[in-house]
């Protein structure tokens, strides 16, 4: 029987793969929990024989109790409080941590005000009290919650249960809903500044057409929001230096005390000039002229027109958010108010979009740079992780074109010639990658089904398509009729890898890929990691080692991840795989049947395989967050928080040596060593070491054998062998031996790749790697 070390590492490696519990204290457990357990109580009260027709009623009825709340107050004043109420704050420099959606609250609130109007209020009759907009806005938040719940459930009533793309296109809505910058902002505004400032005829047209550029829209709507930022300090400011007069001064001094709580309530309760900016203000800020700021104004202001609180209400339930693309509200007088600023960087690229795309010939330059810069940023992301990698970009190959060329199987006779972005080859590596530069419209965030389905098949669809007949191609041909390059050899790849890149941000979608394959988007056998851009550029900003980039493709496009796991963000996926290695027990059975020399599988593997659960993951960026906002800090005096990695392995030694000597195969050897659970990370660490200690008598070297099949594909399967040279045996001997007998080893277990790694005992270093890749008949050395 094991010893009890053993079993508590053999259930902590069990537990590191399935992945730690949630914490009970973790803010977006506890708000997902919350949040299900409303709309559980919510549907238990309107089940009934006519449930539609009992959420119709409780929808009205809600809306029509907030609306005559709403009324009482005005908008601008009562939308101040709010943003006080449902935006973080945390001093300067500190991230705060909230799972609350507040900006999607904020704008709810401010479509209902402004759609309702105020209310005619009788002469003599009672006004706005002090603090009455405050205690409202405290438990506003719960009313908006079953306002938005109600509109859920009215979506969910009417949805066809044999519509198989109804789920994916009620997560594009409830993004739309809950979501805003799945990316960081500050890297969404440089890309799009990029694509509509950085072509100067693109940029010239704006400027011409409409008295701004990207630059200028985006520097208005955000120096509103500093503006409003500075006028809220000030006023904090103001309220403290009356308070503490007042409590120096005591009671007796009347106006003082009157000043001080004037004071407090214009901080918190200010006028609608106190909480709104001129545009005046703007010219002195920016520097920008006042024709340029009143067009962006202009371009950006909210109009609801007859909307009632209803229509509005309904629209943003349904991913049709007017905000998204005119977030600026004008008040009496002309005055600006932007409720928050998460909408800025979406407002400005789909606003001029639309814009562009009235005229042809300027679209079509835009059009191409965008396709341009996306490729371009692609290329540069996966260069920081595959170092030393071949690339070819944007080229064009030879397919067949009709069934009969393809019986033929001679590439020298395909006809027909078509793209590719990027295949990026190292060593036994290839990685195949389509660039999407397109854009759900806005119809599909509204969720209409026809045109979702045709944006996502010209996203998602065509990019799998595509990626996937390079690599059908390169399988069965063992390579590629490149145009300007004739025939190039690939026999020796022995993984291939998709990936799908996408210009926007569509973090709830490309997440969802086991709804995308029932949806009929996807194939099972097709499955490209599909990316977005910034995304991707962030991933590998954070691999430390290209090992773990491969190994998160590996895991990425396991189809049982994609079942098994569900997260609202790739980050998230990416970040649990840094944290517990986005592992699925595979069938111990099929195992079996991939490798037939294993032994039965045991009862705990059937037990754990039996046990597996769906896994939904909550928000893991908080450490990322704070990593972002503190890395580029110009302060010398503040420290940057540290950055996400990898959970340390046992081996990183070795795999730092196998890079550093640009050994073959060194890629994908230290992926299939990180894939290793961490107890068999420490053996395999001390492999070289136990034989080292131990040599055998008479000049014989030692060596140990160790299979790696924790798959269900014979194709990822490795022999790893370890050996000793010992003193007087040549170099040249000591290879061809070893070479022999590993490829005779992976022929006789029928495994396509593996490596030894020889050390010398004298100097007990490691003096050799070899790797091999054959898998054809054996071949006997000479």
């Known amino acids: 029987m094991a010893s009890r070390s053993k079993r508590r590492e053999a259930r902590n490696s069990r537990q590191r793969r399935s992945g730690p519990r949630e914490s009970a204290f973790d803010p977006h457990a506890r708000e997902m929990v919350e949040t299900w357990g409303e709309l559980r109580a919510l549907i238990a009260r309107l089940d009934g024989d006519d449930s539609k027709a009992a959420i119709d009623t409780a929808f009205d009825s809600a809306v029509s109790e907030f609306v005559a709340k709403v009324r009482r107050f005005d908008a601008i004043r009562l939308l101040e409080v709010a943003r006080q109420r449902f935006l973080p704050r945390a001093p300067d420099g500190i991230m705060p941590v909230t799972a609350e959606a507040g900006a999607a609250y904020l704008e709810l609130l401010a479509l ?39 509109s859920q459930l009215r979506s969910f009533a009417i949805t066809d249960p044999k519509d198989n793309l109804a789920l994916v296109s009620l997560l594009v809505r409830g993004a739309e809903v809950w979501m805003r910058n799945s990316s960081y902002p500050e890297m969404v505004e440089t890309t799009n500044l990029i694509l509509l400032d950085g072509n100067p005829n693109v940029r010239a047209a704006l400027q011409n057409q409409l008295g701004f550029d990207a630059t200028d829209a985006l520097t208005v709507l ?36 009157e000043f001080a709580r004037t004071s407090l309530m214009s901080m918190f309760e200010p006028d609608a000039d106190q909480a709104t900016i001129a545009i005046d203000d703007i010219v002195v800020h920016t520097g920008i002229t006042v024709n340029v700021v009143r067009a962006v104004v202009e371009r950006f202001r909210l109009d609801l027109g007859t909307a009632s609180p209803g229509d509005v209400i309904v629209a943003f339930a349904t991913g049709k958010n007017p905000m998204r693309t005119r977030p600026l509200i004008v008040g009496d007088g002309g005055r600006l108010m932007l409720p928050h600023p998460a909408l800025n960087v979406f407002a400005v690229r789909e606003s001029l979009e639309e814009h562009l795309k009235t005229s042809r010939a300027v679209w079509n330059q835009y059009a191409k740079h965008r396709g341009d810069l996306l490729e371009s940023r692609t290329c540069s992301a996966l260069d920081r992780v595959l170092p030393g990698a071949h690339f070819r970009d944007a080229f064009e190959y030879y397919v067949p074109a009709s069934d009969e060329e393809a019986k033929t199987a001679d590439p020298a006779k395909y006809t027909k010639r078509v793209e590719g972005d990027h295949l990026v080859v190292l060593d036994d590596v290839a990685i195949i990658v389509e660039d999407k530069a397109v854009a759900l419209s806005a119809l599909s965030r509204g969720g209409k089904a026809t045109r979702l389905r045709t944006d996502l098949t010209g996203i998602i669809t065509k990019a799998a398509e595509q990626s996937g007949r390079m690599r059908d191609v390169i399988k069965r041909d063992g390579g590629l009729r490149i145009e300007h390059e004739g025939w190039v050899d690939f026999s020796l790849v022995r993984e291939i890898h998709t990936i799908a890149v996408s210009l926007d941000d569509l973090s709830t979608v490309l997440t969802a890929t086991a709804e995308l394959t029932r949806a009929g988007l996807l194939t099972p056998d097709n499955i490209p990691w599909t990316v977005s851009l910034h995304d991707l550029e962030l991933i590998t900003e954070l691999v430390a080692r290209p090992a773990e980039f491969l190994l998160y493709l590996r895991r990425r496009c396991n189809p049982d991840v994609t079942v098994l796991f569900y997260a609202p963000d790739e980050l998230d996926l990416f970040l649990y795989f840094f944290e517990a ?71 990183e030694p ?59 594909e014979p194709a990822e399967g490795w022999l ?9 045996q040549s170099p040249d001997d000591a290879e061809k031996s070893l070479r022999g007998y590993l490829q005779a080893k992976k022929h006789q277990l029928g495994l396509p790749r593996g490596v030894v790694f020889l050390y010398d005992e004298p100097t007990r270093d490691l003096v050799g790697v070899f790797y091999d890749g054959h898998t054809g008949p054996l071949v006997l050395q000479p």
Not at 125 to 140: I, K, N, W
Not at 720 to 728: E, I, K, L, N, S
């Open 222 to 257: 955000n120096a509103c929001h500093h503006l409003q930022e500075a006028g809220l300090n000030r006023r904090l400011k103001a309220m403290g230096e009356a308070v503490d007069d007042a409590m120096v001064k005591g009671r007796a001094d009347g106006r003082l005390m």
């Open 112 to 150: 209902i005000a402004l759609a309702a109007g105020p209310e005619t209020v009788t002469v003599g009759g009672p006004g706005v009290e002090d603090q009455e907009m405050s205690h409202f806005v405290s438990e506003a938040k719960d009313e908006l919650n079953r306002i938005l719940h109600l």
């Open 720 to 728: 790893f062998v370890w050996a000793t040279r010992p003193a007087g």
């Open 654 to 712: 070795l795999l730092g040596e196998l890079q550093s000597r640009n050994a073959t195969g060194w890629l994908s050897i230290g992926a299939t060593l990180l894939s290793l659970a961490t107890s068999a990370q420490h053996e395999f660490a001390r492999h070289s070491e136990t034989l080292l200690k131990h040599p055998l008598p008479h000049g014989q070297g030692r060596s140990m054998t160790v299979p790696v099949t924790a798959s269900i």
């Open 581 to 651: 290695g986005l592992w699925v027990e595979p069938d111990p059975e099929q195992v079996r049947a991939a490798f037939p020399f294993l032994p039965a599988p045991s009862t705990a593997e059937l037990r754990r395989f039996k046990a597996r659960r769906r896994t939904i993951l909550t928000s893991r960026t908080d450490a990322l967050d704070a990593w972002w906002y503190t890395k580029d800090r110009d302060d010398s005096s503040s420290v940057s928080a540290p950055k996400p990695a990898m959970v340390a392995s046992p081996l």
